[in-house]
């Protein structure tokens, strides 16, 4: 019989398929940017849908990274580091951009 040889390929896309719930998480950030840009730009038709779906799509990639993290075991202390800092960007960004564009009323509280 002959013996066949098996390429290193399959490991390095593996490797490579290990940093999609980091790059998940780092999504949102740049996600942030995007619903901020999405409500300044008052130009753009139906701005705050938009931004209200980037929103959306960023708090579902929360859910996604962590899924996918655990199905296949993909965890390490970088990614759950940068999971919770994606998190809070987001979640403070958005909350700023509803004070500073007027969705949600200052009221005197701040």
């Known amino acids: 019989m ?26 949102r950030v740049l996600f942030t940017f995007l619903c901020t840009l ?20 960023a708090s579902l990639t929360d859910w996604w990274d962590g899924a996918v993290a655990r199905k296949y075991g993909w965890t390490s202390p970088f990614g759950a580091y940068i ?8 979640q403070i960004g958005i909350f700023m951009d509803f004070l500073l564009f007027g969705i949600l009323p200052s009221g005197g509280y701040f």
């Open 2 to 27: 002959s013996e066949v040889a098996v390429s290193p390929a399959p490991q390095k896309v593996h490797k490579k398929r290990k940093q999609i719930p980091n790059l998940l998480s780092l999504s």
């Open 38 to 57: 999405l409500l300044y730009v008052e130009q753009i038709p139906y701005r705050r849908t938009w931004a209200f779906i980037a929103y959306v799509i």
């Open 83 to 90: 999971d919770s800092i994606a998190d809070k960007v987001l």
